[in-house]
T-cell receptor, first 117, second 115 residues
Framework: NAGVTQTPKFRVLKTGQSMTLLCAQD?????MYWYRQDPGMGLRLIHY???????AKGEVPDGYNVSRLKKQNFLLGLESAAPSQTSVYFC????????????????FGPGTRLLVL | AQKITQTQPGMFVQEKEAVTLDCTYD???????LFWYKQPSSGEMIFLIY??????QNATEGRYSLNFQKARKSANLVISASQLGDSAMYFC????????????FGKGTHLIIQP
């Protein structure tokens, strides 16, 4: 059971380049999330998905797009990278939005460090 | 909207002592969940403990316990008998009504355990 995995682990981009971050989970979770973590900050929600084929905006969605074509995968895209998008990106998944501990706890991937020059 | 406040940017604690990490939250939601995560220097986010707003008892998980005071809107993490491996960043987070907006995180507390 791998849990939540993220690809790649580290990437350097030039301003204006595009890339896609891949998140995969093998826990059959319905809900998936993308967060970013900047120095001195907690995590902030970029986009999330409540099921296959559905996505929604979080707190800081500008400059990002997402897709959830398969239940186990959640993709985060940067169409035209900017230095302000230099950050650590975390994917997370949960069985449910709310409920008891085992249902709503979000489990995180190892993160992707992105540097935009 | 929810807000999490962690007022201790950093803490130094002697090994084997108990540690209390402070967390206060602000929400108008009738139902919510509170979480603590640990982030060691390797960077991953590790789930530690959960408290539901309607839970009657404080949550415990091994050496971790959550001191939940609903009227004061506080959810402090208590680590008993601290170990060197407890050195890490600790984040308090909450899920609001319906959980539609993911988790709201505090800025974290950097805990350093000294031998």
């Amino acid at each position: 059971n791998a849990g939540v995995t993220q690809t790649p682990k580290f990437r350097v981009l030039k301003t204006g380049q595009s890339m896609t971050l891949l998140c995969a989970q093998d826990m059959n979770h319905e809900y998936m999330y993308w967060y970013r973590q900047d120095p001195g900050m907690g995590l902030r929600l970029i986009h999330y998905s409540v099921g296959e084929g559905t996505t929604a905006k979080g707190e800081v969605p500008d400059g990002y797009n997402v897709s959830r074509l398969k239940k186990q995968n959640f993709l985060l895209g940067l169409e035209s990278a900017a230095p302000s998008q230099t950050s650590v990106y975390f994917c997370a998944s949960s069985y449910s939005r709310y409920g008891a501990n085992t249902q709503e706890t979000q489990y995180f991937g190892p993160g992707t460090r992105l540097l935009v020059l | 909207a929810q807000k999490i406040t962690q007022t201790q940017p950093g803490m130094f604690v002697q090994e084997k002592e108990a540690v209390t990490l402070d967390c206060t939250y602000d929400t108008s939601d009738p139902s919510y969940g509170l979480f603590w995560y640990k982030q060691p220097s390797s960077g991953e986010m590790i789930f530690l403990i959960y408290q539901g707003s309607y839970d009657q008892q404080n949550a415990t998980e091994g050496r971790y316990s959550l001191n939940f005071q609903k009227a004061r809107k506080s959810a402090n993490l208590v680590i008993s008998a601290s170990q060197l491996g407890d050195s890490a960043m600790y984040f308090c987070a909450m899920r609001g009504w319906g959980g539609a907006d993911g988790l709201t995180f505090g800025k974290g507390t950097h805990l350093i355990i000294q031998p």
